[in-house]
C-alpha cells in the first residue's frame, strides 16, 4: 500500500518554480523517497530520489524535512512539458514493492 | 539511463482470447521486475512481482491464473492475460529493479483493448 499523500492537483505558471509537497509520516529509516512522474499514456519517468540529505539533478530539486516525514519536489522554472502527474513514492533501495499513491496532477499555465 | 521496453505497444483482442505482453531490459540484468495495471484517470496499480527463475509473487485481488507471469531470463518477463475479457482493458506497465543504482525503470507501457 502506499505511504504517502499528496494534494490531488496543482497549477503553476509557467516559467515559475512549482513545489510538490508530500507526506510520508511513516517511512522507516532504510527508506528512501522517489519521485516519478507520468505525462498521459506513458510509463512513468524517474525524476529524482533521496534518502535524508536534499539532493539536486538537471530535472529537479528534492527537499526532505530533518525528521524525514515529508519532502518537497522543486522544478525550479516549470514549462509546458512539465505538465504530468507526480508521485511521491517510499521504498526500502532494491527488491521491495513500489506503490504508487494518488500523485499529483500539476498543470503547468502559460 | 536503463532502458526498459514493452512490447505490443498496443493490442485489441476479441473476448476470451489469451495476449502476452512482453517486458524486456535492453542494457541491464533484472533480477526483478515488476507489473502494473494502470485504469483511465487512476493510478498505477501493482499485480505482481517478477522474480527471474522462481514463481511470480501477486498482490492481494489479482487473480494468478488469469494473469500468468513469467521471468525466465535476467531480461525477459512476460505478461498473458488469459482468457481476456472487456473488464481487462487497461493500460499494462511494466518495470525493472536494477540492483545498483536502486532506481525503477519502466516500460512504455502496453494498451490492451478487449471487445
Known amino acids: 500500500d502506499a505511504k504517502t499523500t499528496q494534494p490531488t492537483s496543482m497549477d503553476c505558471a509557467e516559467g515559475r518554480a512549482a513545489n510538490l509537497p508530500c507526506n510520508h509520516s511513516?517511512?522507516?529509516?532504510?527508506?528512501?523517497v522517489y519521485w516519478y512522474r507520468q505525462i498521459h499514456s506513458q510509463g512513468p519517468q524517474y525524476i529524482i530520489h533521496?534518502?535524508?540529505n536534499n539532493e539536486t539533478n538537471e530535472m529537479a530539486s528534492l527537499i526532505i524535512t530533518e525528521d524525514r516525514k515529508s519532502s518537497t519536489l522543486i522544478l525550479p522554472h516549470a514549462t509546458l512539458r512539465d505538465t504530468a502527474v507526480y508521485y511521491c513514492?517510499?521504498?526500502?533501495?532494491?527488491?521491495?514493492?513500489?506503490?504508487f499513491g494518488t500523485g499529483t496532477s500539476l498543470t503547468v499555465i502559460p | 539511463g536503463a532502458v526498459v521496453s514493452q512490447h505490443p505497444s498496443w493490442v485489441i483482442c476479441k473476448s476470451g482470447t489469451s495476449v502476452k505482453i512482453e517486458c524486456r531490459s535492453l542494457?541491464?540484468?533484472?533480477?526483478?521486475m515488476f507489473w502494473y495495471r494502470q485504469f483511465p484517470k487512476q493510478s498505477l496499480m501493482l499485480m505482481a512481482t517478477?522474480?527471474?527463475?522462481?514463481?511470480?509473487?501477486?498482490e492481494q485481488g489479482v487473480e494468478k491464473d488469469k494473469f500468468l507471469i513469467n521471468h525466465a531470463s535476467l531480461t525477459l518477463s512476460t505478461l498473458t492475460v488469459t482468457s481476456a475479457h472487456p473488464e481487462d482493458s487497461s493500460f499494462y506497465i511494466c518495470?525493472?529493479?536494477?540492483?545498483?543504482?536502486?532506481?525503477?525503470?519502466f516500460g512504455e507501457g502496453s494498451r490492451l483493448t478487449v471487445l
Open positions: 513514492i517510499v521504498r526500502a533501495r532494491t527488491g521491495n514493492q513500489f506503490y
Open positions: 542494457d541491464f540484468q533484472a533480477t526483478t
Open positions: 533521496g534518502l535524508k
Open positions: 517478477s522474480n527471474e527463475g522462481s514463481k511470480a509473487t501477486y
Open positions: 518495470s525493472a529493479d536494477t540492483q545498483g543504482s536502486g532506481e525503477l525503470f
Open positions: 511513516t517511512i522507516s529509516g532504510n527508506e528512501y
